[in-house]
C-alpha cells in the first residue's frame, strides 16, 4: 500500500531564504509525482509534474526532483518570498491504481518579512 | 479553456439532511476523481469516474454516499442523512486521456459545513 510522507510538517524562514521540501513515498512503482500549493481555505494550484521517467522539472522559482529508486522526492524554492506562505503537497499516481493520487499531509510553510 | 468547477463553493446542511456536490470537468476531460480534505487531515482519494461509470469507489463510505457522472451534465457526489463527521473540504479534479500519466486538475472544492 503506498503511503506519502512529507517532511518538515512545518517550516519558517525569512525572506529571502532558499528552501526544500521533502517527500518520501513506500512503493516506487508511480507513474508521476506531483506538488501542489494549498493557500488557507482555498483549492490545490499545481505547481509541477513529474514523470517517472524524469529526474527533475523546474518552473520560475521552484525546483522539483525525483529519486523513484530510493522513493524521494524534493521541492526546492529559490529565493523564498511572503507570498510563497501556503502548505505544499505533494502526491504520487501509482501503478495499477487508475490515476488516483495518493497525497502526503503537507509542508506548512510560513516566509516572514 | 475554464478550470475545473464546482458548486457550491460552500454549503451549510443540518443533521439529517442531503448535500449534493457538483463538479465540472475541463473541457475535454473524460475522468473524474472526488477527494475529500477532513479538518487537520490530508487529501483522501473517495471515488474515480468516468463517463456513465464508477471505475473505483474504494475511498468512498459504503452508506450515505454515492457518486454519478451521467453522459450529460456535471459529476454529482450525494451525500445522504448527512452527519457531523462529513464537515470537511470535497475536491473534484479531472484529467484528459490518460489518467495514470496525466496531471490531474483540482476545482476550488466544496466546504460543507453539517450543524
Known amino acids: 500500500k503506498q503511503e506519502v510522507t512529507q517532511i518538515p510538517a512545518a517550516l519558517s524562514v525569512p525572506e529571502g531564504e532558499n528552501l526544500v521540501l521533502n517527500c518520501s513515498f513506500t512503493?516506487?512503482?508511480?507513474?508521476?509525482l506531483q506538488w501542489f500549493r494549498q493557500d488557507p481555505g482555498k483549492g490545490l494550484t499545481s505547481l509541477l509534474l513529474i514523470q517517472s521517467s524524469q529526474r527533475e522539472q523546474t518552473s520560475g522559482r521552484l525546483n522539483a526532483s525525483l529519486d523513484k529508486s530510493s522513493g524521494r522526492s524534493t521541492l526546492y524554492i529559490a529565493a523564498s518570498q511572503p507570498g510563497d506562505s501556503a502548505t505544499y503537497l505533494c502526491a504520487v499516481s501509482s501503478y495499477n491504481q487508475g490515476g488516483k493520487l495518493i497525497f502526503g499531509q503537507g509542508t506548512e510553510l510560513s516566509v516572514k518579512p | 479553456n475554464a478550470g475545473v468547477m464546482q458548486n457550491p463553493r460552500h454549503l451549510v446542511r443540518r443533521r439529517g439532511q442531503e448535500a449534493r456536490l457538483r463538479c465540472s470537468p475541463m473541457?475535454?476531460?473524460?475522468?473524474v476523481y472526488w477527494y475529500r480534505q477532513l479538518p487537520e487531515e490530508g487529501l483522501k482519494f473517495m471515488v474515480y469516474?468516468?463517463?456513465?461509470?464508477?471505475?473505483?469507489e474504494s475511498g468512498m463510505p459504503k452508506e450515505r454516499f454515492s457518486a454519478e457522472f451521467p453522459k450529460e451534465g456535471p459529476s454529482i457526489l450525494r451525500i445522504q442523512q448527512v452527519v457531523r463527521g462529513d464537515s470537511a473540504a470535497y475536491f473534484c479534479a479531472s484529467s484528459p486521456v490518460d489518467p495514470e500519466w496525466d496531471e490531474q486538475f483540482f476545482g476550488p472544492g466544496t466546504r460543507l459545513t453539517v450543524l
Open positions: 512503493d516506487s512503482a508511480i507513474y508521476n
Open positions: 469516474l468516468q463517463k456513465e461509470n464508477i471505475i473505483d
Open positions: 473541457k475535454g476531460h473524460s475522468h
